[in-house]
């Protein structure tokens, strides 16, 4: 079965420390790897999308990177603004059609 | 131009009710998907609508089914409700259907649902 893995389940940052997310997956015929940002009580914001390994995205303090297997969401010199859950999912071959299939997300907190 | 809009907020009902939840895509937006957010399972796709059909189902009860209408608007029913559907239900609007998508889904703030 198709599964997307995110770790750790939760990050506390102190601001201007930098980290790095990780999004594992075992899909075959992986057509998109995608991030987004969840704040509390709103819907999931789209920040990029990846399609092949080896494949960087950059956005303000953000940088997505994909390989074979996983993704890394790296955050620079993080500010409390960060703070969100950033959750990952990933589109299938054609034969699972249209299923964006999310991981669990994984909860950062930069503090002042 | 407006954003996703999901309507009612917040909603409490009781074991054995149904509800039915809306969603108001952005304008021009043909694709509506409909996900339940849980602390324990996350987000899992629900369904897709595009164009008024059904193009893809997650794993989940037949009491759980949708619709869109001509101007793309779609709602979800709930029936004979149980405890474990108290959930966050989103849905997400994008120009074209998911299967040619680039991941650039626009979520509405969700529809919070409490079965007591």
């Known amino acids: 079965e198709d599964q997307v893995t995110q770790s750790p389940e939760a990050l506390r940052l102190q601001e201007g420390e930098s980290s790095s997310l990780n999004c594992s997956y075992t899909?075959?015929?992986?057509?998109?790897l995608f991030w987004y940002r969840q704040d509390p009580g709103k819907g999931p914001e789209f920040l990029f999308t990846l399609y092949s390994a080896g494949e960087e995205k950059e956005k303000e303090r953000l940088k997505a990177t994909l390989t074979k297997k996983e993704s890394f969401l790296h955050i620079t010199a993080p500010k409390p603004e960060d703070s969100a859950t950033y959750l990952c999912?990933?589109?299938?071959?054609?034969?699972?059609?249209?299923?964006?299939?999310f991981g669990a997300g994984t909860q950062v907190v930069v503090t002042p | 131009k407006a954003g996703v809009t999901q309507t009612p907020r917040y909603l409490i009902k009781t074991r054995g009710q149904q509800v039915t939840l809306s969603c108001s895509p952005i304008?021009?937006?043909?694709?509506v998907s409909w996900y339940q957010q849980t602390p324990g399972q996350g987000l899992q796709f629900l369904f897709e609508y595009f164009s008024e059909t059904q193009r893809n189902k997650g794993n989940f009860p037949g009491r759980f089914s949708g619709r869109q209408f001509s101007n793309s608007r779609s709602e979800m029913n709930v029936s004979t409700l149980e405890l474990g559907d108290s959930a966050l239900y989103l849905c997400?609007?994008?120009?074209?259907?998911?299967?040619?998508?680039?991941?650039?889904?626009?979520f509405g703030e969700g529809s919070r649902l409490t079965v007591l």
């Open positions: 997400a609007s994008s120009e074209v259907a998911l299967a040619d998508n680039t991941g650039e889904l626009f």
């Open positions: 304008s021009g937006h043909r694709s």
């Open positions: 899909v075959s015929g992986l057509r998109g």
């Open positions: 999912a990933v589109l299938g071959p054609t034969d699972s059609w249209g299923k964006f299939q």
